[in-house]
């Protein structure tokens, strides 16, 4: 397994095409209705577009009889921008009974949505391409973020796409970095974790967070 990370930077926020998926995105929420309009949430305006853009990261492979995971996905529009393309299967797996219910009436065949989530994923080893999991792992509980990024792993084939909240200075309740300094040696990380000067940051109840992004490889 090989990995890449990189912090959500200004740079990149700005960057045109995450402009034009998040537009999209956020059209999509609009036809849809979806109860929760996440697109236009600063953080999802880097992390759904950081995901698109690895998923068309190379345009020459074929894209085809493709299938995906959304863990944890709600009732959003990322899962139903995923099932628009031609051959793309994509299964979304959420606690919440009511978002899964929704996304199941607006589903296309071939697409699904079932009830359930970390730490324990009821599929089959290997089962799908690309498992994706956006703000997740850290609303989980604290040092639960290493047994979840492996539950990730052992249902994909390909890769595995997460994105993290981090909080830059010591929360209780939250993922913070050094939970992340503390798993970096198994998911090999490079060693300086520290974010750019241009990191997108924010601040909630006095804390700074900053967006996490792993790319895992398999």
Same mark, same amino acid.
């Given at each position: 397994?090989?990995?890449?990370?990189?912090?959500?930077?200004?740079?990149?926020?700005?960057?045109?095409? =995450?402009?034009?998926?998040?537009?999209?995105?956020?059209? #999509?929420?609009?036809? #849809?209705?979806?109860?929760?309009? *996440?697109?236009?949430?600063?953080?999802?305006?880097?992390?759904?577009?950081?995901? +698109?853009?690895?998923?068309?990261?190379?345009?020459?492979?074929?894209?085809? *009889?493709?299938?995906?995971?959304?863990? %944890?996905?709600?009732?959003?529009?990322?899962?139903?921008? @995923?099932?628009?393309?031609?051959?793309?299967?994509?299964?979304?797996?959420?606690?919440? $009974?009511?978002?899964?219910?929704? &996304?199941?009436?607006?589903?296309?065949?071939?697409?699904?949505?079932?009830?359930?989530?970390?730490?324990?994923?009821?599929?089959?080893?290997? @089962?799908?391409? !690309? &498992?994706?999991? &956006?703000? &997740?792992? $850290?609303? +989980? %509980?604290?040092?639960?973020? +290493? $047994?979840?990024?492996?539950?990730?792993?052992?249902?994909?084939?390909?890769?595995?796409? /997460?994105?993290?909240?981090?909080?830059? %200075?010591?929360?209780?309740?939250?993922?913070?970095?050094?939970?992340?300094?503390? /798993?970096?040696?198994?998911?090999? /990380?490079?060693?300086?974790?520290?974010?750019?000067?241009?990191?997108?940051? =924010?601040?909630?109840? %006095?804390?700074?967070?900053?967006?996490?992004? #792993?790319? #895992? !490889? +398999?």
């Amino acid at each position: 397994m090989t990995s890449t990370f990189e912090w959500a930077t200004l740079r990149r926020l700005l960057d045109r095409d =995450f402009f034009l998926w998040t537009k999209a995105l956020y059209e #999509l929420e609009l036809t #849809l209705g979806t109860p929760i309009q *996440n697109s236009m949430h600063w953080t999802r305006r880097f992390e759904y577009p950081w995901v +698109l853009s690895k998923l068309y990261r190379d345009t020459a492979l074929p894209h085809t *009889n493709r299938s995906y995971l959304d863990v %944890g996905a709600g009732a959003t529009a990322l899962q139903f921008c @995923l099932a628009q393309q031609k051959g793309w299967l994509v299964t979304s797996i959420d606690p919440d $009974e009511s978002a899964v219910q929704w &996304v199941n009436r607006h589903n296309r065949p071939g697409n699904i949505s079932v009830l359930g989530g970390l730490p324990k994923l009821p599929f089959a080893d290997q @089962l799908f391409d !690309t &498992v994706i999991c &956006v703000s &997740v792992l $850290e609303h +989980l %509980g604290r040092g639960r973020e +290493l $047994e979840s990024i492996w539950e990730l792993v052992r249902v994909a084939r390909k890769e595995v796409l /997460i994105t993290m909240d981090i909080c830059l %200075g010591q929360n209780s309740k939250q993922t913070d970095y050094r939970q992340l300094e503390a /798993i970096a040696p198994d998911l090999f /990380i490079r060693k300086d974790l520290t974010p750019p000067p241009d990191a997108a940051t =924010f601040n909630i109840n %006095g804390h700074d967070f900053a967006v996490a992004c #792993l790319h #895992l !490889t +398999l």
